[in-house]
């Protein structure tokens, strides 16, 4: 079966880390709707409850981004839509975040509220199976139980989103990584109110809000810069996208070039490439073009949209590659 | 993410399983009401209300007045009641002047912001047929107090039939 992204061929492998990427966010879900209900069934005026609570709610927009975005991905350009749909990924990247950054945002103020005002929460009891017992106990065990498995599956899907070049996997994995702090910061939190210390409740919960707002802020930034068209990088933003200079090493090692630069842009998944090459004569012949373009497209997989330019000179905004300068 | 955050997250983790680990009471009350309460006195506020709480008579009778004497017996505390309207009581917890108010109050109560709620221990049929969740209010937090006078109620309603 041939699986697409937009014009894109997905070869055997990413076809097969796109299957397992989407298995994994599908199990993602059911585990988080089993969290939820979890957490929602022992909530009590726990602040850090309700904390934890809200961030397994905000934890199922990206891999509904995610799932959205890969389907929507696989159509093919259109007239209306002359670049394709890979763009969903980086809007379902920006929901993603703005919703952290929001709800994150609010819990800072609600849980900051609680503090200075000197709420103190109240925990009771529970009557389970006839037995009396305080409800601050199954807030902690619910919290050991659920802390773990999303760690293991952030892991998991750290890889595929390398593989697959999807900056909304990435955000998801990087979110359940850190899904532990939250149960750990929960279980202080109510060990806290347990104590008699009925801060550490409010404490706990505005350290947890803050690690969502970091969440979304940095998703937030990721997004915002991918939608400006910022010169491509890798899937965790860490470096400049090593396709860019192959590109380049590639155009400027062809015989009838002086100098390549190229203009890449990160579409989600896929890259969209304007190449710049200067001629070493006034005439270029339409076949060097061509051919020049489909090197590039063999590449890799994620290159499939290349424009190959003619210039006089390099446009400014291009790092410029000679023959036998850089190595870069 | 800063690699020092997890390393003081499970240094406060193990630090406050130590405390608990010294003998420490959980839950705890934070204003200690619990111990105040053990071997002294219960402060009851208490508002008029059907078979709950009823002030005909020289001393205030009804379900709850049951329930909250017994109570205070087993803790071997006395009980020292207040009459008031809701608000009054409600009041009396949040300024620390009350230990309980109990006046047929349900788990609908508007109060749920000022005092803490017991666990529902008994039902009440309303006026329109409708029936809803006894509860009483305690200070905001006192966690260990809370957690003894739901143990208490639920094992009364159990075995005397409290709530009606």
Known sequence: MTVRFGRTELPERQVEVLRRAVRLEWVTLAFLAVTATLVFLVLGNSQAMKAAWVEDLLSFIPPIAFLIAVRMARRRPTVRHPYGFHRSVAVGHLVAAVALTGMGAFLIIDSGIGLVTGEHPTIGTVNLFGATIWLGWLMIAVMAVTGIPPVIVGRMKLGLARELHDKVLYADADMNKADWMTSVGTIVGVLGIGVGLWWMDAAAAIFIAGSIVHDGVSNLRAAVVDLMDARATTFDDARPHPLVGRVDQYLSGLPWVREAGSRVRDEGHVFHIEAFVVPRRGKVALADIETAREGCVSLDWKIQDVVVVPVPELPDVVDAITPRGSTA | ?164
Request: with cysteine; glycine share 12%.
């Open chain 2, 1 to 164: 993410m800063p690699r020092s955050r997890p390393v003081a997250v499970v240094a406060a983790a193990v630090s406050v399983l130590l405390l608990a680990g010294c003998g420490i009471r959980i839950p705890a009350d934070p204003q200690g009401t619990l111990d105040r309460v053990d071997g002294g006195v219960l402060r009851a506020g208490i508002t008029p209300n059907g078979d709950f709480v009823r002030l005909d008579g020289d001393s205030p009778s009804g379900s709850e007045i049951d329930a909250l004497i017994a109570f205070a017996d087993s803790l071997d505390a006395e009980v020292d009641w207040t009459v008031g309207s809701e608000e009054a009581l409600v009041r009396g917890l949040e300024s620390g002047d009350l230990d309980v108010v109990a006046g047929g109050l349900t788990d609908e109560t508007p109060w749920t912001d000022k005092a803490g709620m017991t666990r529902p221990y008994g039902e009440v049929t309303l006026a329109d047929g409708s029936t809803a969740k006894v509860v009483m209010l305690v200070p905001l937090g006192e966690n260990a107090f809370v957690s003894r006078l739901e143990t208490f109620l639920t094992d009364e309603a159990a075995t005397e039939g409290v709530g009606r």
